[in-house]
């Protein structure tokens, strides 16, 4: 049995997962949502957990502004804050850009472990795996990431950028 907190806790996955209810979301997805309810979860406890400081979101809206638009539908962005939790901020970034009226695609570059990481999330209509899979990365349609050793941060958007042309001239 299911108690309160962890109730809580599953919701809160699922606003995560689903982007409050608004992708991937099916009956399914309710009635398990209903179930949670009824076995004590709360939707305001999902919803703040999972809040974010206003450091994080501070850096998270850095990335945001600081995209650049390509192809006219494609969004890539440098982070280039060092943070403990810089992948978490930069997938989330990445995420952030597809709410803009006309991104279809967004890539954060970031520098993380000493390594270049690119997180690209898609809307679905550009397929951020078969960009990324040229850099050596991977994932799926709507989701992917790549890893570059031994480049800079514009070494790393340059490879990207020439990766973006060869996807969009296909």
């Not at 990207?160 to 042309?165: C, P, Q, R, V, Y």
Request: hydrophobic share 45%; net charge negative.
């Amino acid at each position: 049995m299911i108690g309160p907190t962890a109730a809580n806790a599953l919701l809160a996955g699922m606003y995560m997962d689903t982007k409050m209810f608004t992708v991937k979301t099916g009956v399914r997805t309710f009635e398990a949502a209903s179930y949670l309810k009824r076995r004590g979860a709360d939707t305001i406890k999902a919803k703040n957990m999972l809040q974010e400081d206003l450091t994080t979101y501070g850096l998270k809206a850095k990335a945001v502004q600081g995209a650049k638009v390509y192809h006219d539908e494609i969004a890539v962005s440098l982070f280039e804050e060092d943070s403990e939790y810089a992948k978490i901020i930069a997938a989330q970034a990445a995420d952030e850009l597809l709410n803009i009226k006309g991104i279809e695609a967004s890539f954060i570059i970031l520098l993380s472990d000493g390594k270049i990481s690119i997180s690209g999330r898609s809307s679905g209509k550009i397929n951020v795996q078969v960009i990324l899979e040229k850099l050596g990365g991977g994932g799926h349609l709507a989701m992917a990431g790549a890893q570059l050793e031994d480049v800079s941060l514009e070494e790393a958007k340059q490879m990207l950028l020439k990766a973006i042309d060869e996807y969009m001239e296909d």
